[in-house]
């Protein structure tokens, strides 16, 4: 697995999960899978089938999260440089095209989350605007054509 970058709330957060994957998660699909034994005959019972496929998908995300983890770089974002764009900035930008604001923090893609305003590093506009400053102008190819793009501020 390649490197990943996470912040440390982002760490936490799989850390978390993991967590409650190895023991709750575990517990609940073991039980699921003694009670569905218990409807008799294997082979044409359904919930059991069921039971071993979420147990398979379990065990699956647990080995995921701890290959995850054991790349993890943490993004130290009290040391984030506020003179350029990048990874764990807090970037707000002008859409030139719209005369809308938009603020967002630029995150690894293990983080990203539109909804909450986190965009990946890897995503168009967060690659494009990665290593520029503060007043620059900057053109993002998106899938949905074109923006222009000025940098107001960097942050943490």
């Not at 965009?119 to 074109?146: C, F, Q, R, W, Y």
Request: avoid cysteine; glycine fraction near 8%; charge should be negative.
């Amino acid at each position: 697995m390649a490197e990943v970058r996470l912040t440390a709330e982002g760490i936490k957060k799989y850390e978390e999960r993991l967590e409650y994957l190895k023991t709750t998660g575990r517990l609940e699909i073991a039980e699921q899978i003694k009670i569905a034994r218990s409807f008799g005959d294997l082979s044409e019972n359904a919930e059991y089938d069921a039971a071993k496929l979420e147990q398979a998908r379990i065990e699956y995300e647990i080995v995921e999260i701890e290959a995850l983890l054991k790349d993890a770089v943490l993004i130290d974002e009290d040391n984030i440089d506020t003179k350029t764009v990048n990874v764990g900035a807090t970037v707000k930008v002008h859409n030139m095209d719209t005369d809308a604001d938009m603020e967002f923090q630029i995150v690894g893609s293990a983080e990203s989350d539109p909804y909450k305003n986190r965009i990946s590093n890897e995503s168009p506009v967060g690659k494009a605007l990665l290593g520029h400053k503060k007043g620059d102008k900057v053109d993002v190819t998106t899938p949905g054509g074109m923006l222009k793009l000025k940098v107001l501020s960097i942050g943490r």
